[in-house]
């Protein structure tokens, strides 16, 4: 089946600071990614969707400038979620989609102290 | 906005026991997916159903897509406690569109 990865898995900030986490399709190419956060014990909300060569969509909500996206290539998107604050520490998982199905990537846990 | 509720949210049951989870909307889909999450991965696709009346049958895993595709069930028989995870369905509005919308979740606990 289709591989998605996401680095890091884990990540630590202090609040003020800038994080960057990849999510790469590694067997297929997708011109569309998503990106999810989920809270604990609570199910996954879109943020926005990752178009590869163009802007970015983003879900109701979800401010534009703090989580920048970037979709440099059909295999590679990144998510910045700049000066991250406490607010900011959650699950965040990407992921891409081939026709109607997604598959996911395993996941970064961002801690932001 | 597209809502789709999972019932039961919690359920805890013995090893052996056969259950249910339900996902309803108001909403048409398209097609709807089931996933499995374990605590600190991402979900894992098990299943996709896109006509109306639809059964898929995966091992001791069954999932059926209403007539109306505006909901959907997953029974699992005779559980076992590999089965533990949280169960999310999730439904595209469009062909050709990957967006989904998800479930609420139903967290489910095979007790040994």
């Known amino acids: 089946g289709a591989v998605v990865s996401q680095h890091p898995s884990r990540v630590i900030c202090k609040s003020g600071t800038s994080v960057k986490i990849e999510c790469r399709s590694l067997?297929?190419?997708?011109?569309?990614m998503f990106w999810y956060r989920q809270f604990p014990k609570q199910s996954l909300m879109l943020m926005a969707t990752?178009?590869?060569?163009?802007?970015?969509?983003?879900e109701q909500g979800v401010e534009k400038d703090k989580f920048l996206i970037n979709h440099a290539s059909l295999t590679l998107s990144t998510l910045t979620v700049t000066s991250a604050h406490p607010e900011d520490s959650s699950f965040y998982i990407c992921s891409a989609g081939a026709f109607y199905e997604q598959y996911f990537g395993p996941g970064t846990r961002l801690t932001v102290t | 906005t597209q809502l789709l509720e999972q019932s039961p949210q919690f359920l805890s049951i013995q090893e052996g026991e056969n259950l249910t989870v339900y996902c309803n909307s108001s909403s048409v889909f398209s097609s709807l997916q089931w996933y499995r999450q374990e605590p600190g991965e991402g979900p894992v696709l098990l299943v996709t159903?896109?006509?109306?009346?639809e059964v898929k049958k995966l091992k001791r895993l069954t999932f059926q897509f209403g007539d109306a595709r505006k909901d959907s069930s997953l029974h699992i028989t005779a559980a076992q406690p590999g089965d533990t995870g949280l169960y999310l369905c999730?439904?595209?509005?469009?062909?050709?569109?990957?967006?989904?919308?998800f479930g609420t979740g139903t967290r489910l606990t095979i007790i040994p």
């Open positions: 999730a439904g595209a509005s469009d062909f050709g569109n990957e967006k989904l919308t």
């Open positions: 990752s178009n590869e060569g163009s802007k970015a969509t983003y």
């Open positions: 159903v896109v006509t109306g009346g």
């Open positions: 067997d297929f190419q997708a011109t569309t």
